[in-house]
């Protein structure tokens, strides 16, 4: 049983920063590639980046060069370090591995940039 708890989100301006946390139990981490993904309202959806078992990263258009993804293998841990954030950016963020897998889906962790 895999269990995926996202921390870290909140209320920020735009411009500013926050860093998401994914920590993850009950599986091989270190062999997943794991992801960030969000979901505004009324939106599907959408990847947002992921990062391979040797650390390879990938982003959406939008993100790049805003957003870095990053793990901790010992600590079982993805994270997402968001930059220079917009209010377009304001979503629920959920982690999950990629592709993703229905039965992983966390609470996530809402982030909400305001203007």
């Known amino acids: 049983q895999v269990q995926l708890v996202e921390s870290g989100g909140g209320l920020v301006q735009t411009g500013g920063s926050l860093t998401l946390s994914c920590v993850a139990s009950?599986?091989?981490?270190?062999?997943?590639?794991m992801a960030w993904y969000r979901q505004a309202p009324g939106n599907q959806r959408e990847l947002v980046a992921h990062?391979?078992?040797?650390?390879?990263?990938n982003y959406r258009d939008s993100v790049k060069g805003r957003f870095t993804i990053s793990r901790d293998n010992v600590k079982k841990a993805v994270y997402l370090q968001m930059n220079s954030l917009k209010p377009e950016d304001t979503a629920d963020y959920y982690c999950?591995?990629?592709?993703?897998?229905?039965?992983?889906w966390g609470q996530g962790t809402q982030v909400t940039v305001s203007s």
């Open positions: 999950n591995t990629w592709p993703s897998n229905r039965a992983y």
């Open positions: 009950g599986t091989i981490f270190s062999r997943l590639t």
């Open positions: 990062i391979t078992s040797r650390g390879a990263t």
